[in-house]
């Protein structure tokens, strides 16, 4: 592949002049990451067993064979920890945007069609929840149709936007040649979405978080408590909120059925959202809705500087 040059100016202090919709100072993104059944596993024809992101910090690929217990730590998570994430969202009349894996989306109807009752985005995280570093070109691009094709079969409509996670070094350009996505959340370089030109047309990231991220339950110096959450989740909304009385910013969220499902990790996330809700200059949106925003407020410029 092509050099791909890095981008370390970004927008240099200079950030667009705008307010999000309703005047609000910050637009804040829940994103909840559906890999339930998608994850490394025999049965799925995997040579080993899942070791990412669960209750077992540091547990070792079993090859060849099944780990009885990371399976039920992800089964945890569709059995009982979605449907308290989705319950609390309905109860607030909160959207979400879900980072869906199409291979868990075919194990589980039942959260698909609440997903869709409830009018939350489905954006595809993949076909397959692996890493895809020395995954080949082709191999990844036909992964990415299948998992298209998987979604509009199921959900009646194909993704508009697109995060593997675990990127290879051809995900972006596949995701921009593909031709059919709004957005693109493989990326964590800033606080504003941007304008990409990875190949000749102009593509949109939106980028995501790691640090707002339920995903240090499960990771060393991370949370332990769900204090831990959510001061961490109010200490970042109150920085970017002041900076958005000047210039907007953009919150994003990090959530995972299996983990923050958890009744003791729960309540981190309820108080945040009970803090949030008492400011009304705040835009709570789905992913998509903040690519449609950001297309018809800044639609791309040759001479944009903010590009990579």
């Given at each position: 592949?092509?050099?791909?040059e890095?981008?370390?100016?970004?927008?240099?202090?200079?950030?667009?002049?705008?307010?999000?919709?309703?005047?609000?100072?910050?637009?804040?993104?829940?994103?909840?990451?559906?890999?339930?059944?998608?994850?490394?596993?025999?049965?799925?024809?995997?040579?080993?067993?899942e070791?990412?992101?669960?209750?077992?910090?540091?547990?070792?690929?079993?090859?060849?064979?099944?780990?009885?217990?990371?399976?039920?730590?992800?089964?945890?998570?569709?059995?009982?920890?979605?449907?308290?994430?989705?319950?609390?969202?309905?109860?607030?009349?909160?959207?979400?945007?879900?980072?869906?894996?199409?291979?868990?989306?075919?194990?589980?109807?039942?959260?698909?069609?609440q997903?869709?009752?409830?009018?939350?985005?489905?954006?595809?995280?993949?076909?397959?929840?692996?890493?895809?570093h020395?995954?080949?070109?082709?191999?990844?691009?036909?992964?990415?149709?299948?998992?298209?094709?998987?979604?509009?079969?199921?959900?009646?409509?194909?993704?508009?936007?697109?995060?593997?996670?675990?990127?290879?070094?051809?995900?972006?350009?596949?995701?921009?040649?593909?031709?059919g996505?709004?957005?693109?959340?493989?990326?964590?370089?800033?606080?504003?979405p941007?304008?990409?030109?990875?190949?000749?047309?102009?593509?949109?990231?939106?980028?995501?978080?790691?640090d707002?991220?339920?995903?240090?339950?499960?990771?060393?110096?991370?949370?332990?408590?769900?204090?831990?959450?959510?001061?961490?989740?109010?200490?970042?909304?109150?920085?970017?909120?002041?900076?958005?009385?000047?210039?907007?910013?953009?919150m994003?969220?990090?959530?995972?059925?299996r983990?923050?499902?958890?009744?003791g990790?729960?309540?981190?996330?309820?108080?945040?959202?009970?803090?949030?809700?008492?400011?009304?200059?705040?835009?709570i949106?789905?992913?998509?809705?903040?690519a449609?925003?950001?297309?018809?407020?800044?639609?791309?410029?040759?001479?944009?500087?903010?590009?990579?």
């Amino acid at each position: 592949m092509g050099k791909i040059e890095r981008d370390f100016i970004g927008y240099s202090n200079n950030y667009p002049k705008f307010r999000w919709p309703n005047n609000s100072k910050i637009a804040i993104q829940f994103v909840l990451n559906y890999e339930e059944g998608a994850e490394n596993c025999v049965l799925n024809g995997d040579q080993d067993s899942e070791s990412f992101l669960s209750e077992i910090i540091g547990a070792l690929p079993y090859k060849d064979a099944r780990h009885m217990s990371m399976e039920s730590i992800y089964e945890y998570g569709s059995r009982a920890g979605v449907w308290r994430l989705l319950n609390l969202f309905k109860n607030y009349e909160l959207p979400i945007t879900v980072f869906a894996v199409a291979n868990a989306l075919k194990t589980n109807q039942k959260f698909c069609d609440q997903i869709l009752k409830d009018n939350h985005e489905i954006c595809s995280h993949g076909l397959k929840w692996i890493n895809y570093h020395g995954v080949s070109e082709d191999i990844e691009r036909s992964h990415m149709q299948e998992a298209i094709e998987i979604q509009k079969s199921i959900c009646g409509y194909r993704p508009l936007g697109w995060y593997t996670g675990r990127t290879s070094e051809n995900t972006r350009k596949l995701v921009a040649e593909e031709g059919g996505f709004l957005y693109d959340s493989d990326d964590y370089s800033d606080d504003l979405p941007f304008w990409s030109k990875i190949i000749n047309k102009p593509h949109l990231i939106i980028p995501y978080t790691l640090d707002a991220n339920d995903m240090r339950f499960a990771t060393n110096q991370g949370f332990n408590t769900s204090d831990h959450f959510y001061n961490y989740l109010v200490d970042s909304f109150n920085t970017l909120y002041e900076e958005g009385k000047t210039s907007p910013k953009m919150m994003s969220i990090g959530l995972h059925c299996r983990l923050i499902g958890r009744p003791g990790r729960f309540q981190g996330l309820k108080k945040f959202i009970d803090y949030i809700l008492g400011f009304d200059d705040i835009w709570i949106a789905k992913r998509v809705d903040i690519a449609k925003f950001w297309i018809n407020s800044f639609p791309y410029k040759l001479d944009f500087k903010n590009e990579k």
